[in-house]
Every structure is written in C-alpha cells, then in structure tokens.
C-alpha cells in the first residue's frame, strides 16, 4: 500500500513559475526523499529531509516537512522547461534508525509550459 | 544513472514463459531493489537485498524470484508471466546512506 500521496496528480504551470507539490503519509517516518522521473526513465534523487528537519534547499528546490501532520511540500523556484517530469515523495517508515527501505507515492505530473 | 544498467530494456514474452530481468551495478553497493512501475500506481517493491546472502520479500513478490549472483549483480525472474505483469521494473542499488540510484528499466509486455 502506498504511504505517501503526492497532491496534485498533475500540474502545469508556465516556465519561469514556481511550482509546489505535496505529499501526505501515514506513518512515523525516519527520511522523507523526493525523486525526479522523467518520461519513463529512471527515478533521480532530488533530495533527502530527516525526520527531525524542517526546511531544506537545494539549488533551486526548497523541501519543507512537517511531522505534526505528516506532510511535505517541494517547491521549484523559477521553473524551466527543462523540469517537466513526475515527481515522487518517498518515505522510509520508521521513526527509529533507517531500514533503508523506501515506499513510494503515486507521483504528481509536472509540465512546465514554454 | 549509467553505474547501474539494466537489460533488457524492453521484453515482450508470452505467458506462461519464464524470463529474467538483470541488474549490474558499479556503485559498490551492497543493497539491491527491484521495483515494478505501473501508470498511475508509483513503484512498488518486489524484492530488496542488502548483501549477497540476504534476500527479503517486498510488497508484491508474488510470482517473482531473485538471485543476488555477486554484489555487482541480482536478477529478477518471473517464473510463468501473466499479463498483469506487464510493467516497467526498474533495479535501483543504495551504500552507506538512504539515498537509492535508480536503472533506466525494463519495459516488460506479457501477451
């Protein structure tokens, strides 16, 4: 079953725009990673929030979570055409040491629009 | 990622054949995974392995098996395809941290 769930399904937005997806999960989490997909290719590691971290930047993405209500958002600043892809929230459900085992969402659709 | 390759890349088979998806990594790490992909569905995990000698169900290993051969190596076989197997089944391998490095797939058609 899947743990988390990315909000929306699908989004598309103009290049230059910012865009925000979201995920929601279940359980207690350890890490909460986000990975990039683009048209049936291989998943890419975005990047990686702890279970104890809040905020977290990387070039252009900024990952914000929220333990509390077991959310997380991404958000791409000043997006590119370049960005169009499926973006997948993952989490390592258990809140003590990782078990290095990952549960996907269901991905949210990005088009960025030229 | 070009350090873990996957083949074939595409397959058609008829059901009721076995076939085996291959993995090879040269990360030098010890976890392996084997993920299947379904529109609309996310990933969800078939089989991991976090070093030659351990080998763990995941979520839906049903009619799937694995060897783990070497490090660098583990297999996915589907002992008597069926139709709902067809899928994209992506390799991904991970070392010291939680981060995992994803193949480029295998497109999988069962008729």
């Known amino acids: 079953s899947q743990q988390g769930e990315e909000d929306p399904q699908a989004l598309s937005i103009q290049e230059g725009e910012n865009a925000t997806m979201n995920c929601s999960y279940k359980t207690s989490i350890n890490n909460l990673q986000w990975y990039r997909q683009n048209s049936g290719r291989g998943l890419v590691h975005l990047i990686l929030?702890?279970?104890?971290?809040r905020e977290k930047h990387s070039g252009r993405l900024r990952v914000t979570l929220d333990t509390s209500k077991k959310s997380s958002s991404l958000l791409i600043t000043a997006s590119r055409a370049a960005d169009t892809a499926s973006y997948f929230c993952a989490t390592d459900p258990n809140s003590g040491g990782s078990n290095y085992k990952l549960t996907f969402g269901k991905g949210t659709l990005l088009t960025v629009n030229p | 990622d070009a350090d873990v390759t996957q083949t074939p890349r595409n397959r058609i088979t008829k059901t009721g054949k076995r076939i085996m998806l291959e993995c090879s990594q040269t990360k030098g790490h010890d976890r392996m995974y084997w993920y299947r992909q379904d529109p609309g569905l996310g990933l969800r995990l078939i089989y991991y392995?976090?070093?030659?000698?351990?080998?763990n169900k995941g979520e839906i290993s049903d009619g799937y098996s694995v060897s783990r051969q070497a490090q660098a190596k583990f297999s996915l076989s589907l002992e008597s395809a069926i139709p709902n197997q067809t899928a994209l089944y992506f390799c991904?391998?991970?070392?010291?941290?939680?981060?995992?490095?994803f193949g480029p797939g295998t497109r999988l058609l069962v008729l």
């Open positions: 392995s976090f070093d030659v000698k351990d080998i």
């Open positions: 929030i702890r279970s104890n971290e």
């Open positions: 991904a391998t991970a070392g010291g941290g939680e981060t995992q490095y």
